[in-house]
């Protein structure tokens, strides 16, 4: 199947500086994929849309400033948090979407990153 | 709007023994269903997915689903369960036509008894 990887899988940082996570589809060409977060023992929240070459879509209530994504090639999306502070410590979960015939587009996960804000 | 119901947070059985995780869905069309895994830390890989045809399917590590639509339900089934099936499972529902954007159920977490 298709490979998703995502960098960091771990960070660590202080409150108000900015984290970049990068989520790239290793083995094929991603139109969309797609941010989620998750709490702790908690389902997958749908962040945003990612879009290449367009702006992404985001789900109501996700602040599309504090959260900036670009997916800039078929290959990387990128989610950064800005001006960090505690409760946007979480794990991040990116997919990318492939089409696989009709109007269905499975999704591949990728392994998350675990960001705790300090 | 989809959503997604998983009525058991926490399940525990004993390794050998069969194992059934539920799940309902809520959508309008015929819904594309899904079943995922996650193990601690780490992201979801899918085990089986549904979109028509036979209302049962089969998909990796030995597990199945049945998709009863008179009770809106996909429940996943193992007739028999491994210590390292012990990890986070989710059921999603996706509107095919919106790119495989998913709706999640809130995970139920299996634990194995030796």
């Known amino acids: 199947g298709a490979v998703v990887s995502q960098h960091p899988s771990r960070v660590i940082c202080k409150s108000g500086t900015s984290v970049k996570i990068e989520c790239r589809s290793l083995?094929?060409?991603?139109?969309?994929m797609f941010w989620y977060r998750q709490f702790p023992k908690k389902s997958l929240m749908l962040m945003a849309t990612?879009?290449?070459?367009?702006?992404?879509?985001?789900e109501q209530g996700v602040e599309k400033d504090k959260f900036l994504i670009n997916h800039a090639s078929l290959t990387l999306s990128t989610l950064t948090v800005t001006s960090a502070h505690p409760e946007d410590s979480s794990f991040y979960i990116c997919?990318?979407?492939?089409?696989?015939?009709?109007?269905?587009?499975?999704?591949?996960f990728g392994p998350g990153t675990r960001l705790t804000v300090l | 709007a989809q959503s997604v119901t998983q009525p058991d947070i926490h399940i525990t059985v004993s390794e050998g023994a069969s194992l059934e995780l539920r799940c309902n869905y809520s959508y309008g069309a015929t819904p594309y269903l899904f079943w995922y895994v996650q193990s601690p830390g780490q992201g979801l890989q899918l085990l089986l997915k549904?979109?028509?045809?036979?209302?049962l399917v089969q998909g990796i590590k030995g597990f199945e689903a049945e998709f009863k639509r008179s009770q809106s339900s996909f429940n996943l089934r193992k007739p028999s369960v491994h210590w390292s099936d012990a990890a986070e499972y989710f059921c999603?529902?996706?509107?095919?036509?919106?790119?495989?954007?998913?709706?999640f159920g809130d995970g139920t977490t299996l634990t194995v008894k030796p």
């Open positions: 549904y979109f028509s045809g036979d209302t």
């Open positions: 083995d094929f060409q991603a139109t969309t």
């Open positions: 997919s990318a979407s492939v089409p696989l015939g009709g109007s269905y587009n499975e999704q591949f």
């Open positions: 999603a529902v996706g509107a095919g036509t919106n790119a495989g954007k998913s709706t």
């Open positions: 990612s879009n290449e070459g367009s702006k992404a879509t985001y």
